[in-house]
């Protein structure tokens, strides 16, 4: 069963009076700072003004000037009349039977886009964890074969605002935030009762590709006086931009995934064509030079399960031979197709099978058991669905003439 929470039309007349008041959710310190002082705040105060504004956009989530009981009047009235707290505007949640969130988002057009583009997060309870996907980039300029994100034309990097902004409304949905939940008595949440306890930069995009605005969005998401998630519980995901693996890892601290999905370079050209440029090798070098790996810090190896294509067990051996030596996870995706893929996802008894030779190597490898199908929770399923939708308006309006 699927639910729809809301579904507003494309074109709310409300689009037509767009509020051009920026946000400043997202934002980090340095430009809270600009956006106060250009309102009149002295540099004096600069510092401790950001700080409480910090705290109550990043620790409290409110959404409204008028919930920051510290400030003064005079200064939320001046904040009110230039800037606004949104988050990006919701075209569609919907709620999965085993509680997987995803939403599609609509951002702010830039430049000389003709339509707004839009995004999609997606959020994964567990019993002990909550893990929010979310995207870099607007499409995917990379085509693996497998992957429905790669076919969209609109490709733009997301800006920091719209990195964060995800995060920021996936807790307001959820009600993540302190006193959201009984007993609402205002008292900050222990970490451990947090819903969102992890981030992996799996929605859609290459991260890497958006290097400078995912590390700035990931130093706010782990800000420890604000959103504090841990940078070991952030995950980048990458197809293997092999030049900026080993400069993420000094530079940002977070955990890595690689998107392996065949061991052979013919088969990895195929379907992860980046792999063109950057083979194997080249890849599993940049892994093992990985800083500060151990058994605790492990890198992630994604293998997207396809049926006849990479799951024999001989695969199997040789991806459990590839990566001897790294600290290593794997996790086994059975693939989500969609309409048009010439892919199929491997069996069930299969997909066990080849676990099981990753197994015995000594290797945990949690199948990923597919979660919120009924909604399409995969890798730029929603927005393609919310494109057919659109397609076919346009086409019933074509054919009444309307
Ligand atoms: N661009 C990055 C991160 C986004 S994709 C990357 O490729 O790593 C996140 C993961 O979803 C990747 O491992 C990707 O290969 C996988 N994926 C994409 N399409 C999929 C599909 N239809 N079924 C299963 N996994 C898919
Ligand atoms: Fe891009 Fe990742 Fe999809 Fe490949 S799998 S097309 S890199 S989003």
Redesign the pocket.
């Known amino acids: 069963m699927v639910l729809l929470l809301d579904n507003r039309p494309c074109h709310s007349p409300s689009s037509d009076l767009e509020d051009t008041r920026p946000s400043l959710v997202g934002l980090g310190r340095a430009q809270l700072a600009e956006a106060l002082a250009s309102i009149g705040v002295p540099p004096k105060h600069l510092r401790m003004r950001v700080a409480q504004l910090w705290s109550w956009i990043y620790v409290r989530g409110v959404t409204s000037f008028d919930q920051m009981t510290d400030i003064s009047k005079d200064l939320r009235a001046r904040l009110d009349a230039a800037y606004t707290l949104a988050r990006p505007e919701i075209v569609r949640e919907q709620v999965s039977v085993d509680g997987t969130r995803k939403w599609l988002l609509r951002l702010p057009r830039r430049g000389r886009e003709v339509m707004p583009p839009e995004i999609e997060t997606v959020y994964i309870p567990e019993i002990d964890r909550g893990t929010l ?1 979310i ?3 607007v499409g ?1 300029t ?1 085509n ?1 074969s ?5 076919t969209q034309r609109l490709v733009r990097n997301l800006e920091v605002q719209e990195i964060v902004g995800q995060i920021m409304l996936a807790r307001d949905r959820i009600g993540d935030w302190p006193g959201a939940e009984p007993p609402g008595d205002g008292r900050l949440l222990p970490s451990t009762e947090r819903k969102i306890t992890n981030i ?9 590709y958006n290097f400078e605005n995912v590390k700035a969005a990931m130093e706010i998401a782990s800000d420890g006086e604000g959103l504090s998630i841990s940078k070991r519980r952030i995950t ?5 931009v092999v030049p900026e693996i080993p400069r993420w890892g000094a530079e940002s601290g977070t955990m890595l ?3 392996l ?1 065949a061991t052979r370079d013919d088969l990895r050209n195929e379907l ?1 064509p980046i792999n063109r440029k950057y083979p194997i090798a080249e890849l599993m070098a940049a892994c093992r030079a990985y800083p500060g790996l151990s058994n605790a810090k492990r890198i992630t190896f ?1 293998y ?1 399960m396809l049926k006849g294509v990479n799951d024999s067990l001989a695969d199997a051996k040789e991806l459990v031979k590839l990566l001897r030596g790294i600290p290593a996870k794997i ?1 086994l ?6 309409p048009g ?1 010439k ?1 199929e ?1 491997s069996d069930w008894e299969q997909i066990e099978r080849f676990a099981e030779v990753v197994n015995r190597a000594g290797y945990a490898s949690p199948v990923r058991t597919p979660r919120g199908r009924d909604i399409f929770a ?4 929603l927005k393609s669905e919310s494109m057919r939708l659109k397609a076919s308006a346009l086409r019933a309006s074509e054919a009444t003439g309307s």
């Open positions: 996907c995207s870099s980039q995917c990379l693996c497998f992957c429905h994100t790669g992996v930069l799996m929605g859609m995009g290459e991260p890497l980048l995901s990458t197809s293997g995934a690689i998107s999905h992860v994604e997207v996790n995706i059975p693939f989500n197709p969609w893929t892919y996802c995969a890798c730029g399923q």
